[in-house]
């Protein structure tokens, strides 16, 4: 095992208040793609500001909703990775110890929660509820009929993901909490994310000019890296079981 998990593993069982603030790089290895990698990110084919901009879908809601509709299949086909469900048993061996787990997450793709994680926040929503545009009233997906785009209401209102696309707000109340647990946590973990978009990557900063020590577990270096305690430069399905087990022990079944 490297030392930097060594590392990160005795801070994780020291911490009593703990943030895993986690992005596109954690769903990876279940399948889906990043959306930053130029060679199969999801926007090497479409400019990004074409689809994930309020401006895209007032322009062109069928387009939109297609591709979303078009990845929302692709994560019903997927399953949670081995860092996911890491994630999850953090959070359970914390709670354990009565220490606070928050999982601040910028996936839209409700994986964390079929892993088991219970307390977390989706700063960019989710695409499993959709939501009438005029009238804001929020359906699970499996109320939504996709058999035109974009799909409607019975009563005509047209229905997009209840994300948060780029030159929209994030969600007040969740963004605030977030913030509230970077700001006073002792220890984030920021795992999969390439940390360029605000102001979900501004929890990293909290944390930092805090008390807290800030890891970060990716793939490669990000711009975050230079302001992080630790980097673990590896896939994060391989390194969140291994801080898990360094943490707390081997996973029940596997003593
Ligand atoms: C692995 C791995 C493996 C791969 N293991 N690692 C301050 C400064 C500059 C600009 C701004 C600012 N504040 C606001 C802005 C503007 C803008 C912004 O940030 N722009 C920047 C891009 C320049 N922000 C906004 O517009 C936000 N809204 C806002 O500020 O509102 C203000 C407002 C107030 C009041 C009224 C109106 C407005 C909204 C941002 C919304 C972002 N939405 C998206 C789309 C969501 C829906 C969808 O999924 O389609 O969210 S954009 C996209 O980027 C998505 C992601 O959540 C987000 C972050 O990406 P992420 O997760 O980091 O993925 P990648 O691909 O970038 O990185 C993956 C990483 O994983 C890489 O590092 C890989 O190496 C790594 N990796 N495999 C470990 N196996």
Redesign the pocket.
Known sequence: MEDVIRQAAQWLAEARRVVAFT????S??SGLD????PEQ??WSEYD?ME??HIDAFHRDPELVTRW?HW?FCRCVDCQPNP?HHALARIERELAQRGALFTLAT???DGLHQRAGSRNVLE???T?LTWRGVTTGEMRPIDRVSFDRFPPRTEGGDLLR?N????????PEAVLRQAMIAAATCDLLLA???????????GLIDLAADGEARVVE????P?GATAQVDLAIH????E?LPQLAEAAFGPAAGQG
């Open positions: 992005g596109a790089g954690v990876a290895e990043t959306f930053r990698d990110g999801l990004p689809l994930a979303y990845r860092g910028q996936n839209i700063l960019h929503g695409i993901p994300i948060v696309w780029f030159g929209e707000a994030l795992i999969g994310t390439s940390a360029v978009v605000y102001p979900a990557a577990i990716n793939r490669e990000t590896m896939p994060s399905g390194a």
